[in-house]
């Protein structure tokens, strides 16, 4: 790391927040997964922290200008390796999402780290326009350049991750002066393309989008996981059920408690007092992201950490809506509590790129 950087810079308080969330994760996989064939999940996800402190230590050493710089590369090799997910990856629950590591029995989902790309993409890009407003023609070559990883990542299908790179894009469009003339004819374009693409989605893709506006259509079917998650939330009260006494996370009537859902069996065991202090840890988690873009030293730096922001803000809020049956479910997980590596390690990679921004802001 450069001589002119220092420890004492880096945001430790945002850091110290990411932590205490990621602690909580831990202990709510531990009791979701407790007498399963998952148990071990929760010591896992404290090696995949571990790593993902060190993967956000290597993204603190490259500085954000040079990432931007081979943004070209990166993007064609992003392309390249979800194009190779569809050919040699791993199908899991109906979705070909991971490739191998061979050797180290774990599996990469590249759909993750892609987003990081978006992030430097959409940076790059709007940082080269060097104007205040947005124009219709710019934004529809950004779009389809985003487009395309996200149509792979639909095919794989992964509807949720493919929305996150989205989120990513309509951040960076409103912060480079998008007029709303723009904006309106992109809604009206976006609901005649809708029903269009509802065409290539799967059937069970088309039924998670409208059970949740009636999940008791199909209980047993579409709607189950809905219903139990709502049960799980309401279960909760004010105080929880506490640690490993949640009745629906551990009898086994919550789906998947440890990933997609575990801010449902949070919720069952600590209460809506729990939910507050968490929902509050992530406020301000996005909050330092957002005065950290407010300080970056020029616009690639401000599009890089708003672009974090709009990106785990999104993260949070599908998540929470999809547990409580104000959005479809679509596999979103929630940010440093769900289990899983790749997610892990992308959002601390993420972390890193605002650090990276954060650390520089007094370097000319």
């Given amino acids: 790391m450069s001589r002119y950087l220092s420890f004492r810079d880096i945001d430790w308080p945002l850091l110290f927040i990411v932590l205490m969330i990621c602690a909580v994760g831990v202990l709510q996989i531990y009791s979701a997964t407790i007498d399963t064939g998952y148990h071990s999940a929760w010591w896992r996800q404290i090696l995949y922290i571990a ?111 493919s929305l996150t790179y989205l989120a990513v894009l309509v951040v960076g469009a409103f912060l480079a002066g998008l007029r709303w003339k723009y904006v309106a004819v992109i809604a009206v374009l976006a609901m005649l393309v809708l029903p269009v693409g509802l065409h290539f989605l799967k059937d069970y893709q088309k039924a998670r989008l409208v059970s949740f506006m009636d999940p008791e259509r199909d209980p047993q079917g579409t709607g189950y996981q809905l219903i139990q998650s709502r049960i799980a939330v309401g279960a909760g009260g004010m105080f929880g059920k506490g640690v490993t006494k949640g009745t629906q996370t551990q009898l086994r009537f919550l789906p998947v408690p440890h990933t997609d859902f575990i801010f449902s069996a949070f919720a069952e065991e600590w209460g809506f007092a729990g939910v507050a202090i968490v929902l509050s840890l992530y406020f301000v988690m996005i909050m330092r992201i957002v005065q950290n873009a407010q300080t970056a030293p020029d616009r690639a730096g401000m599009y890089i950490c708003m672009g974090v922001a709009g990106l785990l803000l999104f993260h949070v809020l599908v998540n929470v809506g999809m547990v409580v049956g104000r959005m479809p479910v679509t596999g979103i997980t929630l940010p440093f509590m769900s289990a899983g590596g790749s997610s892990i390690w992308s959002n601390f990679l993420a972390l890193g790129l605002v650090n990276n921004v954060r650390l520089r802001r007094f370097i000319n």
């Fill in 51 to 161: 790593c993902g402190l060190f993967l956000m230590w290597l993204a603190l050493g490259i500085d954000y200008h040079t990432l931007t710089h081979y943004v070209p590369a990166m993007y064609i090799a992003s392309v390249t390796a979800l194009l190779g997910t569809a050919l040699i990856g791993n199908t899991v629950f109906g979705s070909k999402r991971w490739i191998p590591v061979p050797g180290l029995g774990l599996r990469v989902q590249v759909s993750e780290f892609v987003k990081l790309v978006i992030i430097l993409l959409v940076a790059r890009y709007l940082t080269d326009l060097k104007r205040d407003e947005l124009e219709i023609r710019e934004m529809l070559i950004l779009s389809g350049l985003v487009a395309i990883p996200v149509v792979l990542v639909l095919a794989q299908p992964d509807i949720g991750t």
